[in-house]
């Protein structure tokens, strides 16, 4: 028999993805996946140039995911070449989606300011780029 949460074995129900949800999903993957191999040398320019592909044409709805992953991936990011590039991102971001960043620009900022910091030069510099 059925329990108030909907099914046989007490778990909750699961609800089915909308549309918009996996592609959140599937984009948030793909970002995630892209910032793992940019600590790799023999795949960063692969990955970055997969980030800024997916930046540029991803529609502004989606926006938070990406942000939220590369913020947390700049401050996670275990070498200094994927930090800076992560930074790098940042502008690409704002420039491929002009009006629709602007909400986004304090944690931006405040992720651009912790890298400032930052023990490794060529990530302050990236900072100042």
Do not use: N, W
């Amino acid at each position: 028999s059925r329990t108030r949460y909907g099914s046989r074995d007490g778990r909750p129900a699961m609800t089915p993805l909308s549309a918009s949800q996996r592609h959140a999903s599937l984009l948030k993957q793909k970002t995630l996946d892209a910032l793992t191999r940019l600590g790799d040398r023999d795949t960063a320019r692969v990955a970055v140039h997969e980030l800024t592909r997916l930046i540029a044409s991803m529609p502004p709805e989606h926006l938070p995911v990406v942000v939220q992953c590369l913020c947390d991936e700049s401050a996670a990011a275990p070498k200094p070449a994927a930090r800076r590039a992560v930074l790098r991102l940042f502008e690409t971001l704002a420039d491929a989606q002009h009006e629709h960043a602007l909400p986004h620009l304090p944690r931006l900022v405040a992720a651009t300011i912790r890298r400032m910091k930052d023990p490794d030069p060529i990530v302050g510099d990236a900072c100042v780029e």
